[in-house]
């Protein structure tokens, strides 16, 4: 039986997210994509419980458990990479591996200052006739990929359309800059592979001294912060190769 692959996209997203590689993993890995609480499908966390990495990464261990599911590997995305890092943190995850991952900058990175998605929620109904245009679709997903015209128009509606909808955005997003990764003390017995996108223009290559300690790093040429349409077959081998040096359950 193929052994589970967990995978967690990222801030905004959903686990469609994952859908051009999907076929590619599953030749050789159970393919487990999930929503992250407040994302796609799945309801928030309780008001009580701060959406930190640590938070959304023990939902998610607890959903696998009901599921009969507890030595898995994982790979993420952005913020679904710093959910990754924390499932290994906590002994779920057998190995990690990390696409362009949130949370390894040197100090909080502070509140959001832009208004761009304020703007996108009061225009909300008009946002899908938007982007119908080519040339608008093509500049809303800029952000999460170096080759937008690669994303089909419906996925790239469903990207931008999921950005503005998620419930659970704003606590994650406040969350996500109010704290940051902790590699200090990080369970050596958990690869880690750090996969930076070349082209990303949302997050910066961490610094040698925020990776866990033998962490791989590698780049992914030619491709931006949400890499899964600009190149299906590097994204997908470079997730077999991360998950691959975990050792297989007896």
């Given at each position: 039986?193929?052994?589970?692959?967990?995978?967690?996209?990222?801030?905004?997203?959903?686990?469609?997210?994952?859908?051009?590689?999907?076929?590619?993993?599953?030749?050789?890995?159970?393919?487990?994509?999930?929503?992250?609480?407040?994302?796609?499908?799945?309801?928030?966390?309780?008001?009580?419980?701060?959406?930190?990495?640590?938070?959304?990464?023990?939902?998610?261990?607890?959903?696998?458990?009901?599921?009969?599911?507890?030595?898995?590997?994982?790979?993420?995305?952005?913020?679904?990479?710093?959910?990754?890092?924390?499932?290994?943190?906590?002994?779920?995850?057998?190995?990690v591996?990390?696409?362009?991952?949130?949370?390894?900058?040197?100090k909080?990175?502070g509140?959001?200052?832009?208004?761009?998605?304020i703007?996108?929620?009061?225009?909300?109904?008009?946002?899908?006739?938007?982007?119908?245009?080519?040339?608008?679709?093509r500049?809303?997903?800029?952000?999460?990929?170096?080759?937008?015209?690669?994303i089909?128009?419906?996925?790239?509606?469903?990207?931008?359309?999921?950005?503005?909808?998620?419930?659970?955005?704003?606590?994650?997003?406040?969350?996500?800059?109010?704290?940051?990764?902790?590699?200090?003390?990080?369970?050596?017995?958990?690869?880690?592979?750090?996969?930076?996108?070349?082209?990303?223009?949302?997050?910066?290559?961490?610094?040698?001294?925020?990776?866990?300690?033998?962490?791989?790093?590698?780049?992914?040429?030619?491709?931006?912060?949400?890499?899964?349409?600009?190149?299906?077959?590097?994204?997908?081998?470079?997730?077999?190769?991360?998950?691959a040096?975990s050792?297989?359950?007896?």
């Open positions: 039986m193929s052994e589970p692959l967990l995978l967690v996209h990222g801030l905004g997203a959903s686990a469609s997210i994952w859908d051009p590689i999907v076929p590619l993993l599953a030749r050789e890995r159970e393919v487990i994509a999930l929503d992250l609480p407040g994302f796609g499908g799945a309801p928030s966390l309780p008001p009580a419980v701060e959406p930190t990495a640590a938070a959304l990464a023990a939902a998610l261990r607890d959903e696998l458990a009901t599921r009969g599911i507890e030595g898995f590997d994982v790979a993420g995305n952005s913020l679904g990479a710093w959910v990754g890092l924390e499932l290994g943190r906590m002994g779920a995850a057998r190995s591996t990390c696409l362009s991952p949130a949370g390894l900058w040197r909080p990175i509140p959001a200052t832009g208004t761009s998605r703007w996108a929620r009061r225009l909300r109904p008009l946002v899908p006739l938007a982007l119908r245009i080519a040339p608008l679709r500049r809303a997903l800029l952000t999460f990929s170096s080759h937008p015209d690669r089909p128009p419906a996925a790239g509606r469903e990207l931008v359309l999921g950005w503005i909808d998620a419930d659970g955005y704003d606590g994650a997003n406040k969350a996500m800059r109010e704290h940051i990764f902790e590699p200090a003390g990080y369970p050596p017995e958990v690869p880690v592979t750090i996969a930076w996108a070349e082209q990303d223009q949302l997050v910066g290559p961490p610094r040698p001294e925020r990776r866990p300690a033998g962490a791989r790093f590698l780049v992914l040429p030619g491709v931006g912060h949400t890499p899964m349409w600009d190149d299906p077959e590097l994204v997908a081998r470079t997730l077999l190769e991360g998950s040096a050792a297989p359950v007896a």
